[in-house]
């Protein structure tokens, strides 16, 4: 059996609908969703002895979350509280890590620029420290995932969908003053899926999750206005992002595969 969490999140949601299509049934997996209303008690309650696998992805993942106490509960505690389990258990775990640990830095060192990334590195930073005590774990640094099933996040979905979204609500797609400079690694989740599987093979460790390739947010703009026949419309930088903002995200190479440009994705989602 597989322990997954975070299974009606993004990600998570993807991933079921993946595992059901190839040879898993429903009662094959054992799932945990963080937005239940105790879910220590739903961790106390699985048979380890049971599970061969846990994906964990179940987290606080607003970026622009203040409530320490919150994301301490959710993203530090429950997860080490998890890593308990696999410890004892002897089971393989892969998790969610993200890209957001890497702040607007060149060089792969961590600068998390808002609590949600603090959450991420803290939890890296234990990983590295006790690698050893595992039979495997692996993190996986998410970069900037887009895809199906990610409407939910509003404001938190990536630019492919809000823009998606935008022009076919009223033709106009809103790009912040200055966005042809804004950067990011954008993966689609299938990918995604594709290097959570490749992941069961690889030593323990962090791996980055992008397809090492950078668009700006313009051109995601420009992409999706073209395909929709729509306008863009230049509106004010927020005043809360200022600090907490990633300009620029590129992904080391850490995964052997092809992945899917913006273009393919939306050709093959239509």
């Not at 005590?133 to 900037?144: K, S």
């Not at 004010?236 to 190479?253: D, H, I, M, S, V």
């Amino acid at each position: 059996m597989i322990l997954i969490t975070g299974h009606k999140g993004f990600i998570g949601q993807n991933l079921v609908e993946r595992l059901l299509r190839v040879n898993y049934r429903i009662k094959d997996l054992v799932l945990i969703d963080l937005k239940e209303s105790d879910v220590f008690k739903s961790l106390e309650a699985v048979n380890f002895q049971e599970i061969q696998k846990i994906i964990h992805l179940g987290a606080i993942s607003d970026t622009t979350e203040t409530d320490i106490k919150k994301m301490m509960n959710y993203n530090i505690v429950f997860t080490l509280e998890l890593f308990k389990k696999a410890q004892i258990f002897n089971i393989p775990i892969i998790y969610a890590s993200s890209a957001s640990v890497y702040g607007n830095r060149s060089d792969y060192s961590c600068n998390p620029l808002n609590l949600y990334a603090d959450s991420k590195m803290l939890i890296d930073t234990y990983v590295e420290q006790h690698i050893s005590e595992y039979i495997q774990i692996v993190g996986l640094r998410f970069f900037n995932v887009y895809g199906n099933h990610e409407e939910h996040k509003k404001s938190q979905a990536s630019p492919v969908t809000q823009f998606t979204k935008q022009a076919k609500e009223d033709g106009i797609i809103r790009v912040f003053e200055g966005s042809e400079n804004f950067k990011r690694d954008f993966i689609s989740v299938e990918d995604v899926l594709d290097c959570i599987a490749l992941s069961e093979n690889k030593k323990s460790g962090i791996y980055d999750v992008g397809t090492a390739y950078q668009t700006s947010f313009l051109d995601v703009a420009i992409i999706i206005a073209g395909r929709y026949n729509s306008k863009i419309s230049e509106i004010e930088f927020p005043e809360k992002l200022k600090g907490k903002y990633q300009y620029n995200t590129l992904a080391r190479n850490h995964f052997e595969k092809k992945f899917l440009t913006i273009e393919q994705w939306l050709n093959q989602s239509m």
